[in-house]
């Protein structure tokens, strides 16, 4: 299956964001692809991260959600939706959710972002607390899909090898990451925690993020990437907005899973 990871510079206007996510849909389904993943916080990159509360949606409700439906029908294409601020039990607060919908525009999956970035980065002068206007979830999640069983991951969460093995424990065989890295340690980490989590888990990892400068005057990283299960990068997107593409071969990995059984070998 031949699947697209989404690279955006979105800002603070939620119409304009989804107008570049429906071109840059539209864009990857006549390429050909089914299923297209997008950068995680697609619909908006507020300049205040309190601000992202005035925009939470309930599940299957609000106008981020019915864009994501109708354009999943008309692009006859699976959505991995990054994330979308989704109303949590506290006020002021929102969960960083991801939707998956189906071509026919149904909603598959929602998960909602475990780990959250609070943290002073050495060096750089710079301090990130999520967790000021975002609040946690605590269930994984795995999705069947076309391209095979999607274990779902938001950013932060590729820091946490333990999720992973949740994830293929619970049978995943690829994973998403649609990100919004910092432009700092996206140069020191993007590239190997992704790869890692591809070997070590012998899954295909598609993590499209966003690039560029926003409101909020964080650079991100850009750099989305497509790996295979062996940890070769497929597809790369090093700036700007657009897309790669790459197949999802199932009989591959079925392969090096079973020829290189690391999985199976595990003692603890």
């Known amino acids: 299956m031949r699947v697209a990871a989404i690279q955006m510079n979105s800002g603070a206007d939620v119409d304009d964001n989804l107008a570049a996510a429906d071109r840059l849909l539209?864009?990857?389904?006549?390429?050909?692809?089914?299923?297209?993943?997008?950068?995680?916080?697609?619909?908006?990159?507020?300049?205040r991260g309190r601000d992202k509360a005035k925009h939470a949606e309930r599940p299957g409700q609000g106008p981020i959600q019915a864009f994501l439906k109708e354009a999943g029908r008309r692009h006859g294409?699976?959505?991995?939706?990054?994330?979308?601020?989704?109303?949590?039990?506290?006020?002021?607060?929102?969960?960083?959710?991801?939707?998956?919908?189906?071509?026919?525009?149904?909603?598959?999956?929602?998960?909602?972002?475990?780990?959250?970035?609070?943290?002073?980065?050495?060096?750089?002068?710079?301090?990130?607390?999520?967790?000021?206007?975002m609040y946690p979830g605590d269930e994984t999640v795995v999705c069947d899909t076309p391209a095979g069983r999607l274990g779902l991951s938001i950013c932060y969460d590729v820091r946490f090898p333990e999720l992973y093995r949740r994830l293929v424990d619970?049978?995943?065989?690829?994973?998403?990451?649609?990100?919004?890295?910092?432009?700092?340690?996206?140069?020191?980490?993007?590239?190997?925690?992704?790869?890692?989590?591809?070997?070590?888990?012998?899954?295909?990892?598609?993590?499209?993020?966003?690039?560029?400068?926003?409101?909020?005057?964080?650079?991100?990283?850009?750099?989305s990437l497509i790996i295979d299960p062996w940890g070769r990068i497929l597809a790369e997107l090093e700036e700007g907005e657009g897309f790669v593409t790459a197949t999802i071969d199932r009989e591959l990995q079925a392969k090096l899973r079973r020829d290189a059984p690391m999985l199976d070998n595990r003692r603890l």
């Not at 990054?82 to 969960?95: H, M, T």
């Not at 910092?182 to 888990?201: D, P, Q, S, Y």
């Not at 598609?206 to 690039?211: K, N």
């Open 170 to 223: 619970d049978g995943a065989t690829w994973f998403t990451v649609p990100a919004a890295f910092t432009a700092v340690t996206g140069k020191a980490h993007w590239h190997t925690l992704l790869k890692a989590r591809a070997i070590e888990n012998l899954a295909w990892v598609v993590a499209p993020g966003q690039c560029g400068e926003h409101p909020d005057r964080r650079s991100t990283y850009g750099h």
């Open 77 to 133: 294409l699976w959505i991995v939706a990054g994330s979308i601020p989704l109303a949590s039990p506290e006020p002021g607060r929102v969960y960083g959710a991801c939707p998956v919908i189906d071509d026919s525009g149904e909603t598959r999956a929602m998960y909602r972002k475990i780990h959250l970035f609070d943290i002073d980065l050495p060096d750089a002068n710079e301090s990130y607390r999520e967790s000021n206007s």
């Open 26 to 47: 539209g864009a990857a389904a006549d390429d050909g692809a089914a299923l297209a993943v997008l950068p995680e916080n697609f619909a908006l990159m507020p300049q």
